[in-house]
């Protein structure tokens, strides 16, 4: 069974939101509303951004704990 990871699943979330937002946005024929959509935008394109970021800090403390266990038993054995 294909198992997405939550931050997969964020960020496709994420890209929907930005897509129906770019659609307001490109639709709205106020000014203030443009701009509104236009920040809104850049919120969420920022919080993909981070999902992003988020997921190469796991997979570093990973591989840190991986060395980490390589040490140590290599410490306590033969």
Known sequence: MDKKSHGEELKKE???????ISALEASSTDKEKKSLMGVLKVLAENQKHFVDEFEHLKKALDLMMVQIFKMDKAKTGP
């Open 14 to 20: 994420l890209d929907i939101l930005i897509s129906r």
